[in-house]
């Protein structure tokens, strides 16, 4: 499905009349931190610090932690920035964006441009002279894929842009373990697929709650071009997939028997909930009886607890 994409703002919000560089040196700094979007990076840390652990079957070198967390927010940060970028046309006529720095005017579009670019240059340096070059690659690679796949190509023409477009919020996992080990194993490339199959029902159920903001620019996440039970089966199709692959680290020989009683007690909650919202949308059920952002909620707590597991397991075995 291809959609035309929003090529005018409303007068007046983005590029307000007063130069930004005049703007509090406060709120400037704030805004600029807001365009790395820091709520999202937290969880794509929180996936990269426990591969980190796993890989080394213990306490890797704090370091090395510390550095390869840095250079994982300014990847993550760039990429955010140069998406606001991009999106800014559509983020000036969303309620759930009207706020981004870019659409109040706090920064400038060649500001946030130069910005991102700068993040992601830095970023794989540091990566490059500090870690290895494999993470740099890794890290640059998820960048690109983010920015020119996901944002570019993919979000404005398909109803799976989310499916393949979270492609690039896998790869820290993938980061962290080269951070120690300077290669790719089964382990992280299992915990790579747990994470894939985890994006469309853990982003799903926020589209259903925002889809009227979806509709409105023309960006057709699934919710805006199928109906609720359509949705709510792909839910379903998807959290099992990402319950049975999350499964497949203990045959392997990576985890214990912790690892799996948490992935398997986090996973049977994840079903629980996915079959409930299924079946309210089944019934016909909308509105905020639909509770579809209990499983958007839910699923940060499991990709925590999971990811959690996978960091405490090598102490238990």
């Known amino acids: 499905m291809c959609v035309t ?16 560089s005049r703007r509090p040196v406060g709120a400037r700094v704030k805004a600029f931190v807001a365009l790395t979007k820091p709520r999202i990076i937290e969880l794509l840390l929180i996936t990269t610090v426990p591969v980190m652990f796993l890989a080394q079957q213990g306490v890797p070198d704090l370091g090395l932690v510390v550095l390869t967390c840095l250079g994982g927010y300014l990847s993550a940060g760039g990429a955010n920035a140069l998406n606001m970028y991009i999106d800014r046309d559509i ?6 964006t009207s706020q981004r720095p870019l659409v109040t005017g706090m920064v400038s579009p060649r500001e946030c ?14 990566f490059g002279f500090a870690v290895n070059w494999l993470s740099a690659w890794l890290a640059l ?29 896998c790869m820290p996992v993938l ?13 992280p490339v299992v915990l790579f697929l747990v994470m894939f199959f985890w994006t469309p029902p853990h982003y799903w159920p926020l589209s259903m709650k925002v889809k009227d903001d979806y509709a409105r620019v023309g960006v057709p996440m699934l919710p805006v071009v199928a109906s609720n039970k359509t949705v709510a089966r792909q839910i379903v199709l998807y959290s099992w997939v ?3 692959v999350s499964l497949l680290l203990q045959p392997l020989g990576y985890t214990g028997w912790f690892y799996t009683a948490v992935a398997l007690l986090a ?22 009886k639909l509770k579809e952002m209990r499983l958007f909620h839910w699923s940060i707590t499991y990709v925590s607890l999971l990811f959690v597991a996978v960091a405490v397991d090598p102490f238990l075995r």
């Not at 983020?91 to 759930?96: E, I, T």
């Not at 909650?269 to 909308?286: C, P």
């Open 5 to 20: 994409a929003v090529e005018s703002r409303p007068v007046g919000i983005v590029g307000a009349s007063q130069n930004p």
């Open 91 to 96: 983020d000036a006529l969303m309620d759930r």
């Open 113 to 126: 441009l130069a910005f991102g670019i700068t993040l992601a240059v830095v970023s794989t340096l540091l």
């Open 141 to 169: 690679g998820a960048l690109l894929f983010y920015v020119v796949v996901y944002t570019m190509i993919l979000k404005r023409r398909t109803s799976q842009n989310i499916v393949w477009g979270g492609i690039a919020g």
């Open 175 to 187: 980061i962290g373990w080269s951070a120690v080990t300077n290669s790719v194993s089964w382990a």
């Open 242 to 244: 990402m319950v049975g």
């Open 267 to 288: 996973g049977g909650w994840w079903l629980w909930e996915a079959h409930g919202l299924q079946n309210r949308a089944k019934a016909e059920i909308t509105g905020g």
